[in-house]
Each structure stands twice: as C-alpha cells, then as structure tokens.
C-alpha cells in the first residue's frame, strides 16, 4: 500500500519550526509516492501566540541603515513565508479536487507541495538570519491581515490562484529588488543574499500560478487575461500599485496585459 501524507499536518501545527520541518516532510512524501488524503482545510492555520498580530498601518516603517530595522524587515519576511508555508498547503488541501484540475491532479500536488517545500526553507533561511541578528520570529509585532486574502478566496480556484500567486507574490517580485539594494547599501550582504535566492525561487511561484491558472481558464473556456482581471476585480481591491518588475512578471509569464488596465497610474 502506498504511503500517505496529509497538509492539514502542515495547516494544523501551530508552532512554526514545526510546521516548517511537516511542510518539507509533506513535500519528501510527495515526491516519493505517497498519496495525498485530506479533509477540509480549517478558514484559519494554527498559528503561534507571537508574533502579536496588529494592523499593517500601525507597524512601524524601518530604517535599514540600523540592525534593528534590518531585524525587523528580516522578521517580516519570515511572517510572510510562514503565510506562504499556509497558503501552498491550503492550495492542495482546499483545490487539489477541483474538477478543473481533475486530469492533472497528480501535477497540481506536486506543483504546490514543491512551492509549500520552497516556502518553508524560505522561512528557515530568513528566521536563521534573524537570529544571527540577534532576534527571533515572534519577536516584532506583524501584519495581522495577511490570511484575509485567502479567507476571501477560498471558494474559487480561479480567485485563489489570481488573488494569491498573481497579484501578491508577484508583488514579492516588484519589491524584493529594492530591498536587496537597501541592504547592500546598509553593507548587510549576508541578509541580501538570503533575498536573492527568495527571489528567483518567487519568479517560479507566480510561473506556477500562472500554469495553473490558464489551466483552469481552458477547461472554463475562458480567456485567461479576462478571468484574471474580473477576480482581482471581485476578490481582491482590483488594484495593482506601482513599482512594477515587468521584467521578473514577464519571466514568470504573467504579461502586462493582465495587469495593466488595473495599474493604478500615478497622479500628475
Ligand atoms: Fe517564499
Ligand atoms: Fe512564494
């Protein structure tokens, strides 16, 4: 009998180290055979009692010419990939039945579960860092609204796949270059190199998305740009802000013209 693995091992641990090592085990199981059996995914992960989770306006701004703001960037990231360990894991448990990925389902879990693997050594890396710097995650407060995407697009793949992938990892990619140059600036090359690989492991994200995306779009036999735009429309603020990468988008697939019409141009 062929083994099997389960990502609410992943959704459901709470501590954070941990359910970083279940989503790499997740991901070992995978790509060693094991089937994939699972429940439905609960509307919340578990989630540790630190970080304190405030409003994203009421975080502080950082100063990366000082370790501690350094610190608290680094600690930022690690939430949002704690996220990402979540969403990946959410992608197979919640969508991997759908009956638009029914002829691929055995790819859609490989996809995924190799994005969950990403994320949670993503996570590793950048907490490591942080305690080279003296920290750990949980110590800053951090964006309590992270999961809100995802609580409003759990009902369609289409939306999940727009909203999470396309729009806010590939805002990752818009953003990531800027930071890397602040922290070469600040002479802090250990925590820019730690960016860099975040970053070219991102542009396959949104490539995967992207993949997934077109799939869905041909078995609904519509076009991929249109349902792209009507649920960001729908599910997100149907806004896409400035500072684009359109070089990294175009290398992950994900051309202008999906996101152009909802760039928010700036006022003159
Ligand atoms: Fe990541
Ligand atoms: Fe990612």
Known sequence: MRPKTDPLSVLCEGDPWRKARAARAMHAAICDGATVVTAAPPDR???PDRPRLVPARSLAKRK????????ALLHAIAHIELNAIDLAADMIARFSRCEEVADRRGDFIRDWSSVCDDEARHFVMVSDRLEQLG??????PAHGG????????????????SVAPLVLEARGLDVTPGMIDKL?????????????????EEIGHVATGMTWLRHVAAFRQLDCRDLFRGMV??????????PLNHDARHEAGLELTYYNELTLQPRI
């Open 233 to 242: 429309v729908e599910h997100y603020d149907g806004v896409i802000r400035p």
């Open 184 to 200: 070469v600036q600040a002479g802090d090359t250990e925590s820019a190199d730690v960016l860099r690989v975040i970053y070219r």
């Open 146 to 161: 992270l999961w809100d995407a995802a609580l409003k697009t759990r009902g369609d793949i289409a939306a999940r796949l």
């Open 135 to 140: 920290h750990s995650y949980g110590d800053f």
């Open 45 to 47: 992960p578990s989630r």
């Open 64 to 71: 990366l010419g000082s370790e501690e703001g350094r610190a």
